[in-house]
């Protein structure tokens, strides 16, 4: 495949791409609520000015927590400045990234992750604290060799296998069991053949540049099976929408190499689970508002930024940690960052600052949100609430520096945490969402209809017995 385009000037130089590129089908890509990614594909020969400047119907009643059947009707408008050649396509394809509109106004569909990222960005720049942010997710993922699933009303289980697993130590292979994996917590960079997963990765970096992504670097993480990809920092958008793109590659790239690949927080009882630490800053006339003389080399505003993002993490949690899954990873032992307060190259802190060479570098690391979020939404509830902290001067008080799982109880108990449930989260936002509600990049319309959405799937796991319960319970 050769170098994708990755926009296109205008509905003339589109054409002219897809023409140039002998692609026959056009993808008008979009985002749901909860992350998922659709797709409508149309046949080149129906794309033309036309549809590029109208865009296309279709229905948004089959969209979980969007449209009733009696209002379904919804439009795709591409956006020009986003797109990219499909590389798992077997008919030359073209991926175009779409906002999702609403035809009766044609105005941006207030439910849309995507109008809603673009929405935060347009009000940071009406509030005139910063003209530009750069966001920089590291995504981390599992991959498997076999994964079984029953859900039936009589067997509730899951089965997951990866030949780096320590519960295959003892397994009979017809070539032989070579021996060499990663212990327990023993998987952090090790060299081959201890990880399996290195040409697999170089390929998924191979593909993302293909695509257009600006790509870093690639390893193998603590747990067995667990892996990770860098790619470069962006504006929030951009960078909502390379995730998008990120997920896509990972989990064809794997699916191709008859692997499987899963971005579930915590696949796995007992070792590590898969966050996505985000890496944000603010800049204004080009120079970084994060670099200052105060703690670790910080601004006012940077310490305010982080106050912001600790008042509302609760709140914002239903965003960047959006599963019942999610707050099994969010426990202490596993380094997942639960405790909200900040510190200097410390781990264990939720907000952390890195070593930076340089004021350009000055940034904050965001711990507790993970790979199952919706980039759109939990990047823009993350610069909301980091605004707010700057608008309303929220201090963050003073940073911890100690190693935060080793504090006594007494200690702990004193320092506010994450939340311990979707439900706990879903709880927070419908209290304290003000702070996104601002510019009305978020409206109250769109946060009842994701708490609805979301408590669905919690109500569906409180519901359903768990096989430990049977452990725990059934001789009761």
Not at 242 to 259: E, F, P, R, S, T
Not at 314 to 326: D, G, L
Request: charged share 25%; hydrophobic share 35%; aromatic share 10%.
């Amino acid at each position: 495949m050769q170098k994708s385009p990755t926009k296109a000037k205008n509905a003339a130089d589109l054409l002219k791409i897809l023409k140039d590129n002998d692609v026959e089908y056009v993808d008008f890509w979009f985002t749901d609520s909860t992350g998922k990614r659709h797709h409508i594909s149309q046949h080149v020969s129906t794309v033309d000015k036309d549809m590029i400047a109208n865009g296309i119907y279709f229905d948004g009643s089959s969209i979980s927590g969007w449209k009733e059947i009696n209002e379904s009707d919804m439009t795709l408008m591409p956006d020009l400045d986003r797109i990219t050649l499909d590389p798992f396509a077997a008919q030359p394809t073209l991926k175009l990234f779409c906002d999702v509109i609403e035809p009766r106004d044609d105005k941006s569909y207030n439910r849309d992750p995507r109008s809603i990222a673009k929405r935060a960005e347009a009000y940071m720049k009406k509030t005139k604290i910063a003209d530009s942010c750069s966001f920089g997710p590291e995504a981390e993922f599992f991959i498997f060799d076999d994964v079984r699933i029953a859900t039936d009303p009589h067997q509730v289980a899951f089965q997951v296998d990866s030949p780096e697993g320590t519960y295959n130590s003892g397994r009979e292979y017809m070539d032989g069991n070579m021996g060499h994996r990663p212990g327990h917590k023993g998987g952090y960079l090790p060299d081959a053949p201890i990880d399996t997963g290195s040409d697999l990765r170089a390929e998924m970096l191979t593909v993302m540049a293909e695509c257009g992504l600006e790509v870093e670097k690639h390893h193998h993480e603590v747990a067995p099976a667990q892996h990770e990809l860098g790619i470069k920092h962006n504006s929030l958008v951009a960078c909502a929408d390379n995730i998008q793109l990120y997920k896509y590659i990972v989990l064809n790239v794997a699916h191709a190499y008859g692997k499987t690949a899963t971005f579930m927080p915590k696949p796995m009882f007992g070792d590590n689970g898969s966050g996505m630490h985000v890496h944000q800053s603010l800049w204004k006339d080009g120079k970084p508002l994060f670099a200052g003389k105060g703690y670790a080399g910080l601004s006012e505003k940077c310490l305010y930024y982080i106050g912001g993002l600790i008042k509302h993490a609760r709140a914002i949690n239903a965003f960047t940690n959006p599963t019942t899954n999610s707050y099994k990873r969010l426990v202490p032992g596993y380094e997942a960052p639960v405790l909200l307060a900040y510190s200097g190259r410390n781990r264990s802190a939720s907000c952390r600052i890195p070593m930076a060479k340089s004021d350009a570098a000055r940034r904050v690391e965001v711990r507790f949100p993970d790979p199952t979020a919706n980039p759109y939404l939990a990047f823009s509830a993350m610069l909301m609430a980091g605004l707010d902290g700057i608008k309303n001067k929220i201090h963050p008080g003073d940073p911890m520096d100690e190693n935060l799982y080793e504090l006594p109880k007494s200690k702990l108990l004193k320092i506010p945490h994450v939340c311990r449930s979707l439900r706990e989260a879903l709880e927070a936002l419908a209290k304290d969402h003000a702070f996104l509600l601002e510019g009305d990049v978020f409206n109250k319309d769109m946060i009842e209809a994701y708490i609805d959405l979301k408590m669905a799937e919690v109500e569906r796991f409180e519901m359903t017995p768990h096989p430990v319960e049977y452990d725990m319970y059934y001789s009761a």
